[in-house]
Nanobody
């Protein structure tokens, strides 16, 4: 099994900042990519940002220029710095990892999520 420790969510005013952190542990042989998705009430889960083991990043258009993903897949950690937050960024944010376990099975794992609420 793979476990995630996510932190950093909370309530922030529009224009404010938050930093999400995620650390994975457990049955991990190697991680190919880590990232963040989010799901707002009544909406589908959507990509926010991803970071590969080769340090390539990808962002949703809606967060480009405001959010920055960083971390080290070799250390099983990923962060999401969120600046200039907007009410529409309100959602549960999920950490995810695409990894190979010690049985050589490759699959996606998901954290339990952390709530981000942007409101005045």
């Amino acid at each position: 099994q793979v476990q995630f420790v996510e932190s950093g969510g909370g309530l922030v005013q529009p224009g404010g900042s938050l930093r999400l952190s995620c650390a994975a542990s457990g049955n991990i042989f190697t991680i190919y990519a880590m990232g963040w998705y989010r799901q707002a009430p009544g909406k589908q889960r959507e990509l926010v940002a991803t970071l590969t083991s080769t340090a390539n990043t990808n962002y949703a258009n809606s967060v480009k220029g405001r959010f920055t993903i960083s971390g080290d897949t070799a250390k099983n950690t990923v962060y999401l710095q969120m600046n200039s937050l907007k009410p529409e960024d309100t959602a549960v944010y999920y950490c995810t990892a695409n990894l190979m376990d010690y049985t050589r099975r490759r699959t996606d794992y998901w954290g339990q999520g952390t709530q981000v609420t942007v409101s005045s």
